[in-house]
């Protein structure tokens, strides 16, 4: 069992949309899926409600992390981890086998992320080894002068913490990603499920390193 721990203290910045579609995307390689929701806002029990009848990923909301790995009969464990600094995202980071960071370009979302830094340092003084941890720039337009300063950013950060890198996978800004989360589950056209199983392949990588 890998368990992969979606993390960012900055709202907005597309962590839930991610790993249902993260979640999704191991279903569809005939993978037992369990997504949890750690979340208080708990968006992914509300795509659950809609969704039980077109997506075989398990959903469960989780009141509290425990700081080991979890116990489950599924290949892969997702959580949606809260969205701020304390104690529930330090237990996610050691229970964790890695960790995926989507961050968007902004000051106000590398600041955010830079916080959750320390979460990761705390996390690693308990782990036997580092996290693995991938920064994903996310909701990406190519041309844009802010992706290239969000891409030295997340360079930057991964410095301050061990184990960390910057994906080989630049999520794109695409509407269809939010709206596959507004309806009942469909599955991705080729072209929308590309990247999404690039980063999950990044991610077993990781582990496995």
Request: aromatic share 4%.
């Given at each position: 069992?890998?368990?992969i721990a979606v993390m960012n203290f900055k709202g907005g910045v597309g962590k839930t949309t991610l790993a249902v579609l993260v979640a999704n995307a191991f279903v569809d390689?005939?993978?037992?899926?369990?997504?949890?929701?750690?979340?208080?806002?708990?968006?992914?029990?509300?795509?659950?409600?809609?969704?039980?009848?077109?997506?075989?990923?398990?959903?469960?909301?989780?009141?509290?992390?425990?700081?080991?790995?979890?116990?489950?009969?599924?290949?892969?464990?997702?959580?949606?981890?809260?969205?701020?600094?304390?104690?529930?995202?330090?237990?996610?980071?050691?229970?964790?086998?890695?960790?995926?960071?989507?961050?968007?370009?902004?000051?106000?979302?590398?600041?955010?992320?830079?916080?959750?830094?320390?979460?990761?340092?705390?996390?690693?003084?308990?782990?036997?080894?580092?996290?693995?941890?991938?920064?994903?720039?996310?909701?990406?337009?190519?041309?844009?002068?802010?992706?290239?300063?969000?891409?030295?950013?997340?360079?930057?950060?991964?410095?301050?913490?061990?184990?960390?890198?910057?994906?080989?996978?630049?999520?794109?800004?695409?509407?269809?990603?939010?709206?596959?989360?507004m309806n009942a589950w469909t599955p991705l056209s080729a072209d929308l499920a590309r990247p999404i199983n690039d980063l999950c392949d990044e991610a077993l990588a990781a582990?496995?390193?």
């Amino acid at each position: 069992m890998t368990t992969i721990a979606v993390m960012n203290f900055k709202g907005g910045v597309g962590k839930t949309t991610l790993a249902v579609l993260v979640a999704n995307a191991f279903v569809d390689r005939n993978k037992r899926v369990l997504l949890c929701d750690c979340d208080p806002q708990q968006s992914v029990v509300a795509w659950a409600g809609w969704s039980k009848e077109t997506s075989k990923v398990e959903v469960v909301k989780i009141d509290r992390i425990r700081p080991r790995k979890p116990s489950s009969t599924h290949d892969i464990v997702v959580m949606d981890c809260p969205p701020r600094y304390g104690e529930q995202c330090i237990a996610a980071a050691i229970a964790a086998d890695v960790a995926i960071v989507p961050v968007c370009a902004g000051p106000l979302d590398v600041d955010a992320t830079a916080f959750l830094i320390e979460t990761l340092k705390a996390a690693n003084e308990t782990r036997k080894s580092p996290l693995p941890v991938i920064f994903v720039p996310n909701k990406v337009q190519p041309r844009l002068r802010l992706t290239n300063v969000l891409m030295k950013a997340l360079n930057g950060l991964t410095k301050r913490v061990d184990n960390a890198r910057v994906s080989k996978v630049s999520m794109p800004l695409r509407t269809a990603y939010v709206e596959a989360l507004m309806n009942a589950w469909t599955p991705l056209s080729a072209d929308l499920a590309r990247p999404i199983n690039d980063l999950c392949d990044e991610a077993l990588a990781a582990v496995e390193k």
